[in-house]
């Protein structure tokens, strides 16, 4: 199986995290994306609030709480739920800090989240650092996954050069003769690479006992042989079962 490959890694975008970056990134993104905005701080901590004005307009859509408005809250902390009440309700709450928090509705987000539910509801593009961020992230997983088929198939190969190697005589002692000779069918259609590799193992141990027979190698010498082909079979069987659920 050809390995994926995977191309030149992006720049490395990590999340903001920092209040007043998060803060300043909100401002100019949504006056770039064409609204008209309002930023107001709190005078008890350094919470901000930017109201998007022109919401209904440029989206078609009424925000939650404010109606022709949205009303985005900015904090690294949660509002005594008295204070919703007094001061009114905020449509968005966007954590900053690098702190993780529940909001008063439950709803707290991410502020690179948020940023592209609004781009979605404006019909307008992704800011720069969205975009990068999501090309960086996508790149970890697939390099995240890419170590991971590493990891397996080196584990494949040391099972494979494990069970091929010892003289094992008897792998599993409870294999049924019906277990085995399903099992050896499957192994010639199956696709698997480790299968494949342990039928290629079995055919080269067989033609070594036929070419020892005819040198008039020892019996012994042939017996070792054949404990590694059943080893290697009785293997193949263990996969085969386990494959159908009956092996963990």
Not at 54 to 78: A, P
Not at 165 to 189: C, G, H, L, R
Not at 206 to 223: P, S
Request: proline share 2%; hydrophobic share 30%.
């Amino acid at each position: 199986m050809e390995e994926k490959k995977i191309g030149k890694a992006p720049r490395v975008i990590r999340l903001k995290t920092k209040h007043d970056d998060i803060v300043n990134f909100y401002e100019k993104a949504l006056k770039k994306m064409g609204f008209d905005i309002k930023t107001e701080g709190s005078k008890l901590s350094s919470s901000r609030y930017i109201t998007i004005i022109n919401w209904e307009e440029v989206t078609g859509n009424e925000s939650r709480y404010n109606f022709d408005e949205l009303k985005i809250r900015l904090s690294g902390h949660d509002l005594p739920i008295s204070y919703d009440r007094l001061h009114g309700f905020h449509d968005l709450d966007i954590m900053t800090d690098g702190k993780e928090r529940g909001g008063n509705d439950g709803n707290a987000g991410r502020y690179d989240c948020e940023i592209e539910w609004i781009a979605k509801m404006a019909n307008k593009p992704l800011p720069t650092h969205i975009v990068m961020l999501r090309r960086w992230e996508a790149y970890k997983r697939e390099e995240s996954a890419r170590r991971d088929a590493e990891y397996r198939r080196l584990k494949r190969e040391k099972e494979l050069e494990y069970y091929s190697n010892n003289e094992i005589e008897y792998f599993m002692p409870s294999v049924t003769a019906d277990d085995y000779k399903q099992a050896q069918e499957w192994a010639q259609e199956s696709s698997n690479d480790l299968v494949k590799k342990l039928i290629a193992k079995v055919k080269e141990k067989e033609e070594l006992i036929v070419k020892m027979k005819a040198a008039g190698e020892n019996k012994q010498k042939r017996r070792r042989q054949k404990q590694k082909v059943l080893a290697i079979e009785n293997y193949i069987t263990y996969l085969y079962l386990k494959e159908n659920g009956e092996y963990e």
